[in-house]
């Protein structure tokens, strides 16, 4: 495309950005920053010009609310990162750095979510996730106590719909990043105040563990017997 025509998209951009949607400049703004700043926008070899301008949008297009503002975050267990913040911190070619980059993203980003939101913030932000079971697991390190954990598991389980699913994901990557010593006191606690359907889902997101399995030999039949029906075996760090 001329650089005359460039210049009056970015110019449409500018002018619709003013009265436009935050969900909708979040998803415009990731296309920017895909186009204009990753390894992909690198090969594109674009003009000076054209970079000073994608980042003029990219920062007029920056939602006010956090969850729409960071949703680019777990959007897939995979985020490209941007080359600049690669040239940057000195880690271009290095794959575990920039991993690094985007944890410490992502902290941040739950943090300034659940600080601002709390779980109405997480319940915003797994609604266009595909990778929930991160927002679980990222979540654990701002919910700390006992009561704040379980209170956390029984709103996950409280939600349905289209959410239930990603509310069960989530709550995996949730149980799995807490300890095995606390996740059984939690579930255990929490296990005793739910019906038996949403004891044995609670279970079926527990780690695949004996643990986990532990906890079940106190549970009713019926749930034992939903458990093994339902849960996904993984054989990753199991004991004998």
């Not at 700043?37 to 939602?63: C, H, I, M, N, V």
Request: charged fraction near 30%; charge should be negative.
């Amino acid at each position: 495309m001329p650089i005359e025509n460039q210049s009056k998209v970015w110019n449409l951009i500018d002018e619709w950005s003013r009265t436009a949607g935050e969900a909708a400049k979040a998803v415009l703004r990731e296309r920017i920053r895909l186009f204009a700043f990753t390894q992909r926008g690198r090969q594109r070899k674009l003009e000076d010009a054209t970079r000073d301008q994608a980042r003029e949008a990219y920062d007029s297009l920056r939602p006010n609310d956090p969850v729409i503002r960071h949703s680019w975050l777990f959007a897939n267990q995979y985020v490209p990162v941007s080359t600049e913040e690669i040239e940057k911190e000195g880690f271009n070619d290095n794959y575990q750095k920039a991993g690094e980059r985007i944890d410490k993203l992502r902290r941040e980003a739950i943090t300034e979510i659940w600080d601002e939101r709390g779980f109405k913030g997480v319940k915003d932000l797994l609604a266009p996730s595909g990778a929930t079971d991160l927002i679980g697991r990222y979540t654990a390190s701002c919910v700390t106590d006992v009561c704040s954990q379980s209170d956390f598991i029984q709103r996950c389980l409280s939600l349905d719909g289209e959410l239930q699913s990603k509310a069960e994901w989530c709550l995996r990557g949730f149980l799995s990043a807490i300890g095995d010593d606390v996740c059984a006191e939690v579930i255990n606690m929490v296990a005793k105040k739910l019906s038996v359907e949403e004891s044995k889902r609670l279970f079926v997101c527990a780690p695949f563990n004996a643990s986990t399995w532990r906890l079940l030999d106190d549970s009713s039949e019926d749930i034992r017997t939903g458990y093994w029906k339902d849960v996904v075996p993984y054989w990753k760090d199991q004991t004998p």
